[in-house]
């Protein structure tokens, strides 16, 4: 069945460092990709989405490009801050799968001033 | 702001309980979604409405009973829960879940539930 990989937290890092967390895939056709992001308290953000191979998903300085290929979608940020703090969620939606998410194991992001 | 709100935010029932989780969203979605998050771990889904019927039920103990009264409203009915359901609860909307859709799901900020 379909399935997602994340690395594994918690990740540690300064403010204003570079942030990539690695997500790969496995799934049947041409699924709809998704990182979310959970803030302490809080459901769930969504933070960018790709439909297609190639389409590139970007909000708040945050990145990530659908790689048929290498079957990725890797998050990267420029320059973190502390209020990136949160645990992120890569995720995909297969196509007539009513909408359902396969979600990866969370990467937990901690930015330390 | 959320715009899928969820109430209550926090509730505690003992086994013998029967208690009700609210959702409501106005954006005119017609997909709506349970899913159930244990700590550190990702949401299980649970349930999907599509136009109001149920569309997906993964296997979900009868304890747990869904209900969508219309399109803006989803239920999660609770009977005789055991102390391995303590969780947080999300509810989750989207415009449209049938094939070919690529609606993104919006969540709410989910009831924390603790069962004694």
């Known amino acids: 069945g379909d399935s997602v990989t994340q690395m594994e937290g918690p990740v540690t890092l300064s403010e204003e460092a570079f942030l990539t967390i690695n997500c790969t895939y496995t799934a049947t056709g041409y699924p709809s990709l998704f990182w979310y992001v959970q803030y302490p308290g809080e459901g769930l953000q969504l933070l960018l989405k790709a439909t297609k191979a190639d389409d590139k998903g970007s909000n708040k300085g945050f990145e990530a490009t659908y790689r048929k290929e290498t079957t990725s979608f890797h998050l990267e940020k420029g320059s973190v801050q502390v209020s990136d703090s949160a645990v992120y969620f890569c995720a995909l939606s297969g196509f007539n799968q009513g909408g359902k998410l396969i979600f990866g194991q969370g990467t937990e992001l901690s930015v330390k001033p | 702001d959320t715009e899928v709100t969820q109430t209550p935010k926090h509730l505690v029932m003992g086994m013998t309980n029967k208690k009700s989780l609210k959702c409501e969203q106005h954006m005119g979605h017609r997909a709506m979604y349970w899913y159930k998050q244990k700590a550190k771990k990702p949401p299980e889904l649970m349930f999907v409405?599509?136009?109001?019927?149920?569309?997906i039920n993964e296997s979900v103990p009868s304890r747990f009973s869904p209900e969508c009264p219309n399109s803006s409203l989803l239920n999660l009915h609770l009977h005789a829960l055991q102390p391995e359901d303590s969780a947080l609860y999300l509810c989750a909307s989207s415009q449209d879940n049938r094939a070919g859709f690529d609606s993104p799901l919006h969540f709410g900020n989910g009831t924390r539930l603790t069962v004694t």
């Open positions: 409405y599509s136009y109001e019927k149920l569309s």
